[in-house]
């Protein structure tokens, strides 16, 4: 037998089968159909499974690069604490000075500074003599004995200012408190 008449006799002992076991309707259209359905479904699935992952993608890009933008502010505004605390320091010693041109031009130039600083997000932490002693928000340094029995428990002395930036604090307020 040639190749050709054995194909069709393949074909034709399928064509048989199927008529048979459905009752003569044809059932390899029915197939096709029912496989094409089941890869479409797979498709569509995929196809979810990754649009869903694209967008959590999206989501966790956008959220570091938030976060990136905070951290070299951050880093940024820690650098320059030391010059701002230094400058605080020679305007209290400029202060004290009769050039009324010096402390003037001294001033302009320290608001600009922190006002500069602010408008980075930048925000002092208030802590004063006499409130209470909380470790969320100042670093104790010393304990020394408290002058009266009022400061016994609560901040003496501040030391070196805290600041925040944000609802984070990224230099704790260095303070003295009474025993």
């Known amino acids: 037998m040639s190749q ?6 393949e074909k034709d002992n399928i064509s048989e089968e199927n008529v048979s076991e459905n009752q ?12 094409l359905q089941e890869e ?8 979810l499974r ?15 690069r938030i976060d990136l933008f905070k951290t070299a502010n951050q880093e940024v505004l820690q ?14 010693q400029v202060s004290k000075s009769d050039d ?13 500074l922190r006002s500069t600083l602010v408008s980075k997000g930048l925000e002092e932490v208030e802590v004063r003599a006499g409130d209470a002693f909380n470790a969320d928000f100042a670093e104790a340094i010393t304990q020394i004995p408290a002058p009266n029995d009022k400061l016994k428990g609560k901040i003496v002395d501040v030391i070196e200012k805290g600041y925040k930036l944000g609802d984070k604090i990224i230099r704790f307020p260095k303070v003295v408190i009474g025993q």
């Open 4 to 9: 050709e008449s054995t194909e069709n006799i």
């Open 24 to 35: 003569g309707i044809p059932t390899p259209e029915l197939t096709v159909e029912e496989q």
């Open 40 to 47: 479409l479904s797979n498709e569509k699935d995929k196809f």
């Open 50 to 64: 990754l649009f869903a992952e694209f967008e959590n993608y999206k989501r966790r890009t956008a959220k570091e």
């Open 79 to 92: 650098a320059m604490l030391p010059v701002l605390d230094d400058f605080d320091r020679a305007w209290a």
């Open 100 to 112: 009324e041109a010096l402390v003037t031009g001294v001033q302009l130039i320290h608001d600009k």
